[in-house]
Structure formats: structure tokens, C-alpha cells
């Protein structure tokens, strides 16, 4: 991963964001709940989970705080300038970060092993019939 100027030219002052992990994540999932729906204006959101102790971040952010659909405590940090959703912090497990896809430079690197909250998808929502569902939250690993 490297450092990346904000992705929207619309953005006043572009600034820099990078992240770094000498590590692959530790899980990949595309989620459907209403919130990750409303972050993507629509579909799905695909996160990967790295160890919070081996991934670093640098750059300026905001942080929204909320609770999941699964009743965790939820700090979402995004760009300042542009809006973009950039990870995601659950205070139930203080471990990981969980990393919106896009934001990787390498997007082959968030292959999607698992597809959570489809009870929340709309009906026109397309799934990989070879990944495992979960209606709701994956437990914890």
C-alpha cells in the first residue's frame, strides 16, 4: 500500500493518506447492512481485516462514531477533504481495523470470503454463489 492523494477532485486541498501492513488480512467480507449500504450509496461494502498492531495509518482523518447493526460501538474514520470512507475501528474488538477496499492500491489483495448481513440487502442485491452467507454479524474469530 502507499501514500495517496485524496481521490476526489473536488476536494479543496488535496491531502495525503497512506497505510502500510507488512501483513495480508486476516479476513475479507462484503457486507450488507443497512449502514454499509448507506456508506456505498447502495450496495455492499467489501472490508478487510488486518491486525491493528501490524497496520499503520498516517495522515490526517475524521472520525464518525456509531453503533453497528450489531450493537458495537463504531469509529469510521474517512478523508476530511473528500468524504471518503477509509476504516473502521470496533470498540468490541480493539485488535483489528477493518479497511475499506478501495482504499487499498491493491485491489486483488480484499477478495471477499464472506458475504454478512444479507437479511439487509435489497432483493436486487447479486451474491457469489460461492461464498458462505451470514443473515447478520460473523462471530468473531
Known sequence: ??????????AV?????ATRSP????AVRQCWCRLCQYLSAGGGT???????????????????TS????????H???CPSCGTPLFSEAE??????????GTLDDPN???????IWTESAPKWACFDPALPRVEGQQPAR
Open 76 to 78: 469510521r474514520s474517512f
Open 1 to 10: 500500500m502507499r501514500s495517496e492523494e485524496c481521490p476526489s477532485p473536488a
Open 109 to 115: 489483495l480484499a477478495k471477499p470470503a464472506a458475504i
Open 92 to 101: 468490541s474488538r480493539p485488535q483489528v481495523i477493518i479497511v475499506r477496499a
Open 67 to 74: 453503533v453497528a447493526d450489531s450493537g458495537s460501538v463504531m
Open 13 to 17: 486541498s488535496a491531502r495525503k493518506f
Open 46 to 64: 467489501v472490508n478487510a481485516v488486518f491486525n491493528k498492531d501490524a497496520f499503520h495509518v498516517s495522515g490526517e482523518t475524521k472520525v464518525f
Open 23 to 26: 501483513q495480508a488480512p486476516n
